[in-house]
């Protein structure tokens, strides 16, 4: 079992920049897909952004440009940088991690972009 923590969510304003982090109970290194997924109120969840254990990244296009997903498997941590955020970035967002084919998921942080 591996658990999933995630900080740095919070209120922030329209252009502003947040840092997700996650920090995983495992060595991420193992891990072989790690994503950042948000939910807003009446939608569905979606990806954001996924790397891979081979360093492949991948960013949904509302994202591409303001987003990186990096990890630092020293620390067995995954991170999301949000900048230039958008009130539509407003959601939960949940980290998720996938060792062959089993699934986690962390409790997820609220991101709030409002002026």
């Known amino acids: 079992q591996v658990q999933l923590v995630e900080s740095g969510g919070g209120l922030v304003q329209p252009g502003g920049s947040l840092r997700l982090s996650c920090a995983a109970s495992g060595s991420i290194s193992t891990m072989g897909f790690m994503g950042w997924y948000r939910q807003a109120p009446g939608n569905q969840r979606e990806l954001v952004a996924s790397?891979?254990?081979?360093?492949?990244?991948y960013y949904t296009d509302a994202v591409k440009g303001r987003v990186t997903i990096f990890t630092d498997n020293a620390k067995n941590t995954v991170y999301l940088q949000m900048n230039i955020l958008k009130p539509e970035d407003t959601a939960v967002y949940y980290c998720?991690?996938?060792?062959?084919?089993?699934?986690?998921w962390g409790q997820g942080t609220q991101v709030t972009v409002s002026a």
């Open positions: 998720h991690a996938a060792i062959d084919a089993l699934r986690f």
């Open positions: 790397i891979t254990n081979s360093g492949t990244t």
